[in-house]
């Protein structure tokens, strides 16, 4: 079965610094890989995708994430944070459907991430 | 185009009364989703339709959970009796088809007390 651990719930950094929010993954099959994000009472807006294509993802807003197979990892970066940044980021996995999965998401817990001035 | 509308953003109920969200999904969209997020955590998958099929409803407490979408297009998810456990976020989606993008509506904040 897979699943997605996010390593740190919360995350600080300051206006200009690198992002970086970590994600690790456990599937049998290839997995397709996504992080989204969720602003305060809003729904889930994807930032990008993982489709076993190129291992380098380049998203919105300046977001990008890395897949490491070896690793089993799908850490999510940005080179200088914004204040708009500052938001709840989910990582989450879709299992291949010649796997026999139906493309449902499963998804970490979530890293809230704070950006000061 | 428009997103996914859900009513209503909030709700309060006390436990053992009954409640009903509903979902409108981005026009042509065949696949539908319910998902459940409880604070500090991420959204868990209840009930996955395609077109007005069930796919996926193996999270689906059934015993007090209940969904449908009978016409293959809007869609509701009904709690009763509800539980004070039951106090969450409930976030429908939808996609083209299975295997695609899943776009989220805002959601319909549920507390129970």
């Known amino acids: 079965a897979q699943s997605v651990t996010q390593l740190g719930s919360h995350v600080s950094v300051s206006e200009g610094a690198l992002v970086l929010l970590r994600c690790n993954y456990s599937s049998s099959v290839p997995p397709y890989l996504f992080w989204y994000v969720q602003y305060p009472n809003q729904g889930l807006q994807l930032l990008l995708k993982y489709t076993s294509a190129a291992t380098l993802v380049k998203g919105i807003n300046g977001f990008e994430a890395e897949f490491k197979k070896s690793e089993t990892s799908f850490h999510l970066t940005k080179p200088s944070a914004h204040m708009s940044d500052a938001a709840e980021y989910f990582c989450?996995?879709?299992?291949?459907w010649g796997g026999g999965s139906q493309g449902n998401l499963i998804f970490g817990k979530g890293t809230k991430l704070s950006v000061k001035p | 185009e428009a997103g996914v509308a859900q009513s209503p953003r909030y709700k309060i109920i006390e436990k053992r009364q009954s409640v009903a969200f509903w979902c409108n999904p981005i026009s042509g969209h065949a696949t539908l989703y319910w998902y459940q997020q409880i604070l500090g955590q991420g959204p868990k998958l209840l009930i996955q339709?395609?077109?007005?099929?069930?796919?996926?409803d193996s999270q689906l407490p059934k015993d007090r959970f209940s969904a449908e979408r009978l016409k293959g297009v809007d869609s509701t998810l009904k709690i009763q009796p509800a539980k004070l456990e039951d106090s969450a976020v409930y976030l429908c989606?939808?996609?083209?088809?299975?295997?695609?993008?899943?776009?989220f509506g805002p959601g319909t904040r549920l507390t129970v007390l």
């Open positions: 339709f395609q077109n007005n099929g069930v796919v996926d």
């Open positions: 989450a996995v879709s299992a291949e």
């Open positions: 989606a939808s996609s083209p088809g299975i295997h695609n993008e899943q776009f």
